[in-house]
């Protein structure tokens, strides 16, 4: 298929999370994080929704973060084959317990510091930037223990001495970096998204709502400091995207679609701005929500925003009012969703809408007028390995192309300036949904199964030549 070529310097590549590909969870001092205690199978939807408590692994359930793809101790592998395919660019999370163990010490941990100093010098021996994300929903579970996670203030504090002192020690070997993944998670999966837990009588929104106070104080703290350390540095923001389309042209359907993509805009509005939106005040003040807002918080919010905002693009989304007639049955695991009549869906029921991903592209950039970086967007398969052990994923080849194709469009056609291309998961690694691993996104196979069989060998599908052509020819080829 023809592309449009993409502006000199874009930042193609992949992206992973520590939780899912490092697995070494014990090993460099690294501490316990709630993402080691979301089990595989039964009691991990509970668990990730912070309804079913789970403060230690127990021998009855796999923890597929305990060996993930063990990323930890193939890195040079992995990131000389991403070298192979020619990235310019590999999204990373920093796991927060290799450099705190509990959260709360006085000393970072210097095996954890050197493992990402050596994994960054990887990079840059094939002149691959790094894109680093600070929490990819990881929590140390001591602080989880001691405060209650994002619930209290002093996570705020722990979070800052964390961010402090990765900005400053990678101040020359990382220029782009995230605060928080898909920080609205927080709202649908609070244990998975912010190591949160419901204690009896507490009410759940009050609970989120204060936390998210929390993470939007530390992201924006975290930006301050970003460009005190190094004033080349960018941060961003990182959202789960996805327009909302009304169901039908009736104004209730209409109604429903701006107030479902409100509630998800709400923290980049904030990380954007600086500023809690006028629609959200009026919300929490409704639903009887007081944020624990302090002397100096709004100043806070207002001297960290973002340079950028980076989000995820998987599918769009439908929205109905309740009354409206419509198939409630889709969705991904997370979000049980509308069913869109003009779409097909994926094996795992996620809507596949590439022209959404220019249009989720074009309200951003109407919204925000800051550049954006796209950090995820693929399709998660279950690939059908060959008797030669090749695997043919012209699926993959098919939803990648499409959507890199209206990407450019939203560049090339509509003008918007985009930073990067970072699709997710260019090696297979742990579903953050469901645990699996035979949901697979990568262009390099990892011989893993879902009991964690497997020798751990990497093989190259045939999606690896097509994405190296791809970049290539700077998004030309597609
Ligand atoms: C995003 C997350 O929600 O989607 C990733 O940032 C995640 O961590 C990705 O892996 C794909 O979701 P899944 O559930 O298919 O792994």
């Given at each position: 298929m023809k592309g449009y070529k993409m502006p000199e310097g874009f930042l193609w590549g992949g992206a992973t999370a520590a939780n899912q590909c490092e697995g070494a969870w014990q090993e460099g001092g690294r501490g316990l994080a709630n993402?080691?205690?979301?089990?595989?199978?039964?009691g991990r939807f509970p668990v990730m929704a912070g309804k079913m408590r789970m403060l230690e692994c127990d021998s009855e359930h796999l923890y597929?973060?305990?060996?993930?793809?063990d990323m930890y101790h193939h890195y040079k592998e992995d990131i000389r084959l991403f070298a192979e395919m020619g990235f310019k660019c590999y999204r990373l999370s920093i796991a927060w317990t290799r450099i705190f163990p509990n959260g709360d010490e006085k000393e970072p941990n210097e095996a954890g510091l050197k493992f990402y100093d050596d994994l960054f010098d990887e990079c840059h021996k094939y002149g691959i930037e790094p894109l680093v994300t600070?929490?990819?929903?990881d929590a140390p579970v001591g602080l989880i223990k001691k405060f209650g996670s994002w619930k209290n203030r002093e996570m705020v504090n722990c979070f800052e001495r964390y961010a402090r002192t990765v900005l400053t020690r990678y101040k020359d070997k990382v220029k782009y970096w995230l605060t928080f993944?898909?920080?609205?998670m927080l709202l649908h999966l609070p244990f998975m998204g912010a190591g949160i837990l419901f204690e009896e009588g507490e009410d759940e929104d009050t609970v989120k709502y204060t936390a998210a106070h929390h993470e939007l104080l530390a992201s924006a703290l975290a930006v301050k400091i970003a460009h005190e350390v190094n004033p080349k540095m960018k941060v961003g923001c990182m959202l789960a995207a996805g327009q909302f389309y009304p169901y039908s042209c009736r104004p209730e359907d209409m109604w429903a679609s701006v107030c479902d993509d409100r509630k998800n805009y709400f923290f980049i509005d904030v990380q954007s701005r600086g500023e809690y939106p006028c629609y959200a005040k009026k919300e929490l003040e409704r639903k009887g929500i007081k944020i624990p807002l302090l002397a100096g918080d709004e100043k806070i919010l207002k001297e960290g925003t973002v340079d950028f905002i980076s989000f995820s693009y998987y599918s769009s989304r439908v929205s109905a009012h309740p009354d409206t007639p419509a198939?409630?049955?889709?969705?991904n695991a997370i979000i049980i969703g509308i069913k869109n009549p003009h779409l097909k869906a994926s094996d795992w029921g996620w809507l596949i809408d590439p022209q959404g991903l220019r249009i989720t592209m074009n309200v951003l950039y109407d919204r925000y007028q800051k550049p954006l970086f796209i950090v995820e967007n693929g399709l998660g398969t279950n690939d059908k390995v060959e008797s030669d052990g090749s695997v043919i994923d012209d699926d993959r080849v098919a939803y990648m192309s499409a959507h890199i194709l209206e990407m450019e469009k939203a560049v090339v056609e509509d003008g918007i300036p985009l930073m990067g291309y970072t699709m997710w998961g260019p090696i297979d690694i742990v579903s953050a949904?469901?645990?699996?691993?035979?949901?697979r996104y990568g262009f390099i196979r990892v011989n893993k199964d879902d009991q964690g069989g497997g020798d751990l060998s990497r093989s190259k599908k045939k999606s690896f030549e097509w994405y190296k052509e791809v970049i290539a020819s700077n998004g030309e080829n597609l």
């Open positions: 993402v080691d205690l979301i089990p595989y199978g039964k597929p973060s305990h060996e993930a793809i600070l929490v990819h929903f993944n898909e920080i609205n198939d409630r049955t889709t969705g949904s469901t645990g699996e691993m035979k949901k």
